[in-house]
């Protein structure tokens, strides 16, 4: 491999031969023996060395063995160095890090290498790893990188506080490595809030062959009138008021009212469902007012979210029980596959603000929310809420999604790590590019061939050094596949 | 003595050298055009390559009174070879110069191609030091040290000679097409001379045939004028023509055209074939090769096999520098230097 020239400020175009294979995503090494310094460089795209004479060649080529069958004697063996030069590559590579001669690694380039005196070779992920000092105590292995396949790990302190994307297309392999980040942080004690809107994460209790996982005992799995049940004494008149003007969009009057409601039940210490309802009945109010009230009052009822009169045995959800029964280490999974939207709406309003005020109270510990197609559940101007305010108090917030386009320009300002899976649709890309981490040329070129479970991890995790990544596979239970016409008749 | 000019001091000056300067030219060359073009025809060409009219010229010409022959496809099973070769230089020492050399040879039968061989890129060093022993004249010598031209006529034409000579005593009753006349060369070795290839072509029956695309004997252009009057494949004799204006030519010289338009090509061809029916070998080229624009294919296609590509030129070079140990110096283009490098 050789450096043929320099297309910007941040690319080198290096031509190489067959023999010095390497693929997109692979870091290299150029060293400048002269100078002493090396300069860190990774291909994130592969030509062939193209020029018109060598097309017009090929195809003069192509036509004559296509015309006759072709006998030769080539004593000086030309044509193998023909086709040598016909098969020669350039790779598109971006300058990532320099290292000086005294072995100090700097993201600041302000050098050249030598085309002539520069060796160029092929940097295992372990150097990079040395190099960048990625080290941790909590490992998260997520499969293979590099040319020689090597283990491919992130580490559970880089995802602690920071907010995360897991973004591709669909069946690109997306929810595979959020359980695998899932799986790892319960193990290491961590306490994460699933979003689950394909009921899928549930099978993380479970292995393929349908025994329990290790995990088994740390996955709780609720849902609307299945476990996942409050006190109105237990959220609190903040999120209930929250949820109603989120989620149910209740007018301003209405939910004046509402207050004076329930403050009146919460002095007479009467404050659940059945109380609440006659309340509203007989409250003396607007009739317009009463009818507001009274249609998100069977709105709260019917979502299954609220359990009647507490009671020893039956007292509702309450978070920091689960986290103080559970401190190994527990993974909430909140199905909302078979919720309405709007009970979808309230079930996010509701744990979110609750969560926030626990946090607030120091009562629970920093959460990792993992939030699946969050964007058909949680209102617009509430996402930088929940990037900007939240993790403040401590909920470290993953959003995975197939439409890169739903999440805003902020949340992306803002985020520390992308885990980006294959996109091919022109618009996805476009999107994903102007706001990834990475540049654009990188994302655009390598995230359109990756295969299925490949991804490309940018960000903090990967010291902001762009790596492919080939997720290992997992024995949990898959769950959450599509339910197919064809499979079910054939069963 | 003559009128002195001082263009410093005399701005009229100019006008003076112009008086002397426009008699002095009109007089080396005449430059009359208006009496002498009116009413000719014309066609517009560089010089660099020969052009022709498509429909020839057609202006009266008093000597034409060669007699038009058709031809008819023979559908008589022949081989058919077209041989071709090319060679350029590629390096430069201080004593010599390195030439590399390319031959096809493309088969046909049946109007069919069926094979085409590619030989080469294979190099050369001609030096005093390596033709020191060659059993060439020491004028020729001189001339292809000084000459790179004659120096790459002299190895395609040996390369040529030697691959001819093989096929015409390995094939009989075949038709060998040559690009270019049938025409000695001193550049031959004397083993393998255009006389012996036409001379074992007679023993082994085959027919050669050297085919020209154009030719420097201007009057051949005027002279093939009635084949542009018929459709069909034809030819006419004017051998006595070529050999009143050259020397060396073997066979007999004729103007053919092989395609089947009013307007194909008209090719100079020197044939050679040991049954003197030259209607029924021309008749066999076109019931054995195929013919594209006017042109056998197997000499289409053994020229396009035997150009050198732009890919092999690096290549060659390449290897020169791998294999040779030489030094490689730096190169500069004089005339770039000299006249600037203002793209035009």
């Known amino acids: ?491 | 003595m003559h009128t002195q000019i001082n263009l410093v001091q005399d701005v009229l000056g100019w006008n003076q050298l112009k008086s002397f300067l426009e008699p002095a030219i009109h007089q080396c060359i005449p430059s009359e055009l208006s009496s002498f073009l009116k009413g000719r025809q014309i066609i517009f060409g560089s010089g660099e390559s020969k052009i022709v009219p498509i429909q020839g010229w057609t202006s009266n010409n008093k000597n034409v009174n060669a007699q038009v022959m058709t031809i008819q496809p023979v559908k008589e099973e022949t081989t058919v070879l077209g041989v071709d070769s090319s060679s350029m230089q590629i390096a430069e020492t201080e004593e010599g110069a390195i030439y590399a050399v390319k031959s096809g040879i493309a088969t046909a039968i049946l109007g069919k191609i069926l094979a085409h061989f590619k030989m080469g890129p294979m190099l050369f060093y001609l030096s005093e030091d390596t033709l020191k022993h060659s059993e060439l004249d020491q004028r020729i010598i001189k001339l292809v040290l000084l000459d790179s031209e004659s120096a790459k006529r002299l190895i395609r034409i040996r390369v040529e000679r030697a691959i001819q000579l093989e096929l015409s005593h390995h094939f009989s009753g075949s038709i060998l097409l040559v690009d270019g006349s049938l025409r000695s060369s001193v550049f031959e070795h004397r083993m393998h001379t255009l006389k012996k290839v036409v001379e074992d072509c007679s023993l082994y029956n085959n027919t050669i045939v050297g085919l020209s695309k154009s030719t420097k004997i201007r009057i051949l252009d005027k002279i093939s004028h009635p084949l542009t009057k018929i459709k069909g494949p034809g030819f006419m004799d004017v051998d006595l023509i070529i050999k009143s204006l050259t020397r060396n030519t073997i066979g007999d010289s004729l103007m053919v055209k092989f395609g089947s338009s009013y307007t194909s090509p008209i090719l100079r061809a020197d044939i050679s074939t040991s049954d003197r029916d030259r209607s029924r070998s021309f008749g066999k080229i076109l019931g054995n090769d195929s013919i594209a624009r006017g042109y056998p294919e197997t000499l289409q296609l053994a020229h396009h096999i035997s150009t050198f590509t732009t890919t092999e030129i690096s290549c060659l070079k390449s290897h020169i520098l791998n294999k040779y140990d030489v030094i490689e110096l730096v190169p500069e283009d004089i005339r770039k230097k000299l006249l600037g490098s203002i793209p035009v």
């Open chain 1, 1 to 491: 491999m050789k450096i043929l020239y320099k297309n910007s400020t941040d690319e080198l175009i290096l031509i190489a031969m067959e023999s010095d294979a390497a693929r997109k995503g692979d870091y290299l090494l150029i060293h400048d023996e002269k100078v002493k310094k090396k300069m860190i460089v990774q291909i994130y795209n592969e030509e062939y060395l193209s020029s018109q004479s060598l097309i017009e060649d090929i195809v003069k080529d192509e036509v004559v063995v296509a015309s006759s069958v072709e006998n030769s004697h080539d004593p000086l063996d030309i044509g193998r160095l023909s086709r040598m030069i016909r098969d020669a590559r350039l790779f598109r590579t971006k300058i990532r890090a320099s290292i000086d001669s005294e072995s100090r690694f700097s993201n600041e380039i302000t050098w050249l290498p030598s085309r002539v005196d520069s060796k160029i070779g092929r940097m295992r992920i372990s150097e990079i790893n040395n190099l960048v000092k990625r080290t941790g105590l909590y490992s998260i292995p997520l499969g293979n990188s590099g040319w020689d396949d090597e283990q491919f790990e992130i580490f559970a302190e880089d995802l602690d506080g920071k907010l995360n994307i897991v973004t591709g297309k669909k069946e690109s392999g997306k929810s595979h490595l959020t359980k695998l980040l899932i799986k790892s942080l319960v193990e290491y004690g961590a306490f994460v809030i699933v979003m689950d809107l394909n009921n899928e994460y549930g099978g993380l209790a479970w292995n393929g062959d349908g025994t329990p996982s290790p995990l088994n005992k740390q996955i709780t799995i609720l849902e609307p009138g299945g476990g996942l049940g409050f006190s109105l004494d237990y959220c609190g008149k903040a999120s209930i008021s929250n949820m109603l003007k989120n989620a149910l969009d209740m007018p301003a009057a209405s939910l004046r009212e509402f207050i004076r409601i329930w403050d009146w039940l919460e002095n007479k210490n009467t404050l659940d469902i059945e109380a609440l309802g006659n309340a509203i009945n007989t409250w003396n109010t607007n009739e317009l007012v009463r009818d507001a009230l009274i249609s998100r009052y069977h709105a709260i009822c019917s979502s299954g979210l609220f359990v009647g009169t507490p009671s020893i045995n039956h007292e509702g959800l309450r978070f920091e029980s689960l986290t103080a029964r559970n401190n190994q280490g527990l993974a909430l999974i909140l199905n909302m596959g078979k919720a309405m939207p709007v009970v979808r709406r309230m079930i996010v309003e509701l744990v979110l603000t609750k969560v926030v005020e626990l946090l607030g109270r120091s009562v629970i510990p920093p959460i990792f929310l993992f939030a699946e197609e969050a964007h058909l559940y949680v209102r617009d101007t509430y996402w930088e809420d929940i990037i900007t305010r939240m993790r403040h108090f401590g909920i470290y917030a993953t959003f995975i999604t197939n439409q890169p386009d739903a999440i805003s320009d902020g949340i992306y300002r803002q985020v520390d790590n992308i885990f980006l899976f294959n996109f091919t649709n022109e618009t996805d890309l476009d999107k994903i590019s102007k706001v990834s981490l990475a540049d654009g040329d990188t994302v655009k070129s390598i995230v359109r061939t990756l295969p299925q479970r490949q991804c490309l991890v940018i960000g903090k995790v990967v010291r902001d050094l762009p790596m492919v990544a080939k997720v290992t596979a997992s024995n949990l239970m898959a769950l959450g596949q599509t339910k197919t016409f064809f499979k079910v008749k054939s069963n």
